[in-house]
Nanobody, 125 residues
Framework: QVRLVESGGGLVQAGGSLTLSCVAS????????MGWFRQAPGNERESVAT????????YYADSVKGRFTISRDNAKNTVYLQMNSLKPEDTAVYYC??????????????????WGQGTQVTVSS
């Protein structure tokens, strides 16, 4: 069974940067798409960024396009989310997830079957 663990969250001032990491254990996720989602208090969880199994295809929500970069290192079984020019509205719990199907690529939650526990990102103004 795959287990995902996120890290790298914290408190940062507006305009700052953070890099989130998601390490998979138990089995390789190199054949699967991976996604980052976030959920702010009182809001539904939303897709932030998605990357396909080889890293050659990515998707970003309009709200983070140009500021966030998703990447992966399959040799380390790890996915990253580089977040620059952070805004207070980026404050949320960030989750990584693995697609249900090998080769998957989607922004829809139902396409993901394994989720991490989340890491808190707080951006102060």
């Amino acid at each position: 069974q795959v287990r995902l663990v996120e890290s790298g969250g914290g408190l940062v001032q507006a305009g700052g940067s953070l890099t989130l990491s998601c390490v998979a254990s138990g089995r390789s996720v190199s054949s699967y798409g991976m996604g980052w989602f976030r959920q702010a208090p009182g809001n539904e969880r939303e897709s932030v960024a998605t990357i396909n199994w080889i890293g050659g295809r990515t998707y970003y929500a309009d709200s983070v396009k140009g500021r966030f970069t998703i990447s992966r290192d399959n040799a380390k079984n790890t996915v990253y989310l580089q977040m620059n020019s952070l805004k207070p509205e980026d404050t949320a719990v960030y989750y990584c997830a693995k697609t249900r199907n090998a080769g998957g690529f989607s922004g829809y939650e139902y396409e993901y079957d394994i989720w991490g526990q989340g890491t808190q990102v707080t951006v102060s103004s």
